[in-house]
């Protein structure tokens, strides 16, 4: 639990950093430039970020469950050339989605603004240049990750990357006033993204290497480099059937996925307008900034499920499941309800325009993500487990209900029958998961903090935020009192239940506290209780 807290806490940093950073990119845009050319950037990132979850072919799954598993086995050589099977494909994949995307730039850009398909064609195609390069990235911090390192994940990908995208849209308004240079500014951060990326997984392959070597270089252990067992053809077949049979499904999931969260802005510009694509992508804000403080908690719990499932510790498994439920849910609701309680106020930081058609779009998703981050992270569970064809299933039955309520709903409702569809989506794609999960593996997301944490989020960010607006009115100084008071009440809830909340494993990141409950490494577990079936 301790170290988990302290990956936890140092990804969390990086969620927050993120958040922020990726909402004041979006507060630039709406602000700088046209609602019309907002919407069409808009829309035009989208479909990068889907056509980037294409190309990465699942492979962040696959390397984070594959790549503990066989570092907690010590086979180094399995995991060093885990990492290319991965990366090849990927490269070659995303390389044909940037050629596909720069030939059909001027249709797509007709779906993306009709009205000006020029300057969406003139984005589309800067954009393209930099999807092998931002896949390449996603899969070498996902292989750190997999090294148990957060680290370079935080700095690289939730840092500067983001911060890197604000500074350069600021500056790209400032030389150039064609949408193109905002494109550029947008994806540029990735190509040193990679280099930094290629360097720290380069340094943690190296550093896993080092103990095998040194065992195999003394004492009994000792033996002539003739006969050591050299790679061959059978052992990397067997590695690549191994990670692709795993990692398969879970790339169509992925892209499941990703479209669930992106498509509904692309068919708003294409059924409605950019204008409400504008709109939709600020009342929506929020859940990217919600959807970073669970990322930040399953980022740090894969490497952690998948040793503890291949070593068969169920018991601490579902301990880690439940506590990591309470944890999304202690770090997520607080930011759900405030917005939900305060919707005109949030959509007032992007501009007047988008302050008045956003409102119940903002408020039914913010609702919706209450009970999805309830269910914990049970994809999660699901493919650590091994279960990604049911991941696939999960994701790829929200994603129908999603588009097919969209293409019903946005002609006739705009961008509240987009938000209807979302949260349908939403609840499908979490609630599936919960029953698999509880009858494969006798798992479940409730712990003994999770009602303390919901209850402690429901009472300070949304009944003394509604009792503020009820006795000091609804302008954003009402709010704003209610959210001091509610965070302030907040903070004194959680502390009081520290213990029921795990909160104690936090202690270790104090000055001069030692670590309470180390985790044990691999190093140290028996090899008689390892279960090396995959």
């Given amino acids: 639990m301790t170290r988990l807290a302290r990956g936890g806490a140092l990804s969390l940093a990086g969620a927050v950093c993120a958040g922020a950073l990726g909402l004041a990119l979006v507060v630039v845009v709406a602000h ?31 390397l984070v469950r594959w790549l503990p598993r066989q570092l907690a ?12 099977i991965a990366l090849v494909p990927v490269m070659v994949t995303a390389s044909v989605a940037a050629i596909s995307v720069a030939a059909a730039a001027p249709w797509l850009a007709r779906l993306v603004d009709g009205g000006h398909p020029a300057e969406a064609a003139a984005m589309l195609r800067v954009l393209a240049v930099f999807l092998p390069i931002a896949a390449a990235q996603d899969a070498l911090l996902a292989a750190t990750r997999g090294h148990s390192a957060m680290r370079p994940t935080v700095l690289i990908e939730k840092m500067f990357r983001q911060a890197a995208q604000v500074a350069g849209v600021v500056i790209a308004s400032l030389v150039a006033d ?53 790679p061959d053809r059978p052992a990397t077949a067997g590695l690549i ?52 403080g669970t990322q ?47 919707a005109p106020t949030y959509l007032g930081f992007f501009g007047r325009e988008y302050a008045g058609a956003g409102q119940a779009a903002t408020v039914i998703l913010a609702l919706a993500m209450l009970v999805a981050t309830s269910s914990g992270p049970v994809d999660v569970m699901l493919l650590m487990a091994g279960r990604s064809g049911l991941s696939l299933a999960n994701n790829a039955a929200a994603l129908a209900v999603n588009l097919t309520l969209n293409v019903l709903l946005i002609p006739r409702y705009g961008i509240l029958g987009a938000a209807l569809a979302w949260a349908a989506a939403l609840i499908t794609r979490n609630l599936l998961p919960v ?24 009472l300070s960010f949304a009944v003394l935020p509604l009792l503020a607006r009820a006795l000091l009115g609804s302008g954003a100084a009402a709010a704003g009192a209610g959210l001091v008071c509610g965070a302030a009440v907040y903070l004194a809830l959680l502390w009081m239940g520290r213990g029921r909340l795990g909160l104690a494993a936090f202690t270790s990141l104090l000055p001069g506290r030692k670590p309470a409950e180390p985790v044990l490494a691999a190093a140290e577990v028996p090899m008689t209780t390892v279960d090396p079936r995959p």
């Fill in 73 to 84: 086995l010590g086979d180094t050589v399995a995991a060093r050339r885990t990492v290319p």
């Fill in 296 to 342: 930040a908690v399953q980022q740090v719990m894969q490497p952690v499920i998948s040793r503890l499932l291949a070593l068969s510790d169920n018991a601490r498994a579902q301990r880690v499941f439940a506590l990591s439920t309470t944890w999304s849910i202690a770090l997520t609701w607080p930011v759900h309800l405030a917005v939900a309680t305060a």
């Fill in 435 to 458: 029953v698999q999960v509880r009858r494969m593996l006798g798992m479940t997301p409730a712990g003994g903090g999770l009602l303390w944490a919901g209850s402690s989020a429901v």
């Fill in 178 to 230: 064609h949408p193109a240079a905002l494109a550029l500014a947008w994806g540029f951060p990735y190509l040193p993204g990679l280099v930094a990326a290629a360097m720290s997984y380069a340094r943690l392959a190296r550093r896993a290497a080092e103990p095998a070597a040194r065992s195999r270089g003394t004492g009994a252990a000792r033996r002539p480099a003739k006969d050591q067992p050299a």
């Fill in 32 to 62: 700088v430039y046209s609602q019309q050319v907002a919407g069409a950037f808009f829309a035009a990132t989208s479909l990068f970020v889907i056509l980037g979850a294409v190309s990465g072919l699942g492979s962040d799954a696959g």
């Fill in 241 to 292: 059937r191994e990670f692709w049979s795993y990692t398969a499904p879970r790339a169509i999931a992925q892209i499941c996925q990703t479209a669930l969260q992106r498509a509904d802005i692309v068919l708003i510009a294409a059924l409605a307008s950019p204008l409400d694509a504008a709109i939709y992508t600020a009342a929506t804000r929020f859940m990217v900034i919600g959807q970073l």
